[in-house]
């Protein structure tokens, strides 16, 4: 048993914005659930601490109340894992029940390390990046190179792992008694877990294929009728799926209403993808609101590979295939058309074609003209708590004060992008 895990974020943790704008990797929707509840099943361990960006500590403690948050109060061996680790790797899960002392890396990157916690306990905590890079540094330990696999680099590697997890989740659904029985399989494969609190509207217009990899529909979700899933799927507690088309590699997190066709993507909670379009290898934040027949492109008319902005440079993907990424209380407009590569920042508001990277807290426009102009602050706080209040939940101080702190730090952003001032009606 680890007694003491540290968790770290490093820099790479920006490769994944916006979707991390708003979270740490431990909240992000990571197959048959979040990052952290896969993590608790693969190590096994009695504390675990977090090391994170100052803008999320105070979200983060409400949200995952048995972590501690940038605090160090423990004695003895601590083992140390970079945020964005892989635990479908099998070199990871050997590092994580490693009880000898060691510091793994691919390249200069820190991937784990098992250390004395005495020799970090002084070290300055206050910056997370510079935290786990001295740590990094150490050179009293048993060194070791492992492949870069060992970490999620890149949202595309993330879609593709988030799938395989359900592979392995399965076996711990398959193993509970609540399991629905007498559905309607269009494969040889019964990997199919439905929850016996969840609604299948009608067993004789919903058909689900595990050929490829496992179904997974959690509680009190409800799936209406003329609905095709083929796995490797997880469909979240108390979602609902009307009439849609789902496809592999696909998680879809609690409180979502989703319709029309989904591949490759994930999805967080109480986000709105209601109507027809198409959405493929894309990561959605939460709070989203996707209009009647927005689609996005996966696929550029010339086949080549997708280039598109990670941190400050504009990268070459390696993918021929990959959708966009949209942050979490952002919204599209009915018929809004998103082309490959897009990210789209926390708070966008989307009108037309959208063929560049919209910052975060924009109104995009390119309809007729394309204009963008600030969406201000206050109004973006009141239309969240607007979208809230719709599943019956209270926005408190903590959302608040988070969109105000991402509005402050991405100003600079807007006006590299020439986002004008403006006042758009709510």
Known sequence: MNDNLILIEDKSIENFEPITSTRTSLEMQFGAGSFYEQLKKEAKFNNISIFIRNHLKETTKRKLK?????????????????????????????????????????????????????????????????????????????????????LIKYPWDYIKESGESINKQYKFFNKRSDNKKNIKLISDSKKIWISKSATIVD??????????????IDRNSVIEPFTYIKGPVYIGKESKINGARIYSNTSIGNNCNIGGEIQNSVIHEYTNKSHEGYLGHSII?????????????????????IKMNIGKKKIQTNQVKFGCMIGDNSKTAIGSLIFTGIKIGVCGQLFGHVTEDIPPFTF?????KKTLI?????KAIKTQARMMKRRDIKQNKHDKKLLQEIYNNTIEQRKKNRVKVGNMKI
């Open 203 to 216: 067993k004789n217009k919903t058909y689900f294929d595990s050929s490829d990899g496992p179904v997974i």
């Open 285 to 305: 934040g939460s709070w989203v609101n996707l209009g009647a027949r927005t689609t996005n492109s996966d696929l550029k008319n010339t086949y080549g590979k």
């Open 374 to 378: 600030e969406y201000d602050i206050n």
């Open 66 to 150: 048995d972590v501690n948050i940038g605090k160090i109060d423990f004695e003895g061996n601590v083992t140390i894992i970079n945020a964005l680790i892989n635990l479908n790797d099998k070199n990871v899960i050997k590092l994580l029940n490693n009880k000898g002392r060691f510091i793994a890396k691919t390249g200069q990157q820190l991937i784990c390390a098992r250390i004395p916690s005495s020799i970090i306990k002084d070290i300055d905590n206050n910056n997370s990046y510079e935290f786990i890079g001295k740590i990094s540094k150490f050179k009293d330990y048993s060194i070791k190179q492992i492949d870069s696999n060992c």
């Open 364 to 368: 995009y426009n390119n309809i007729k």
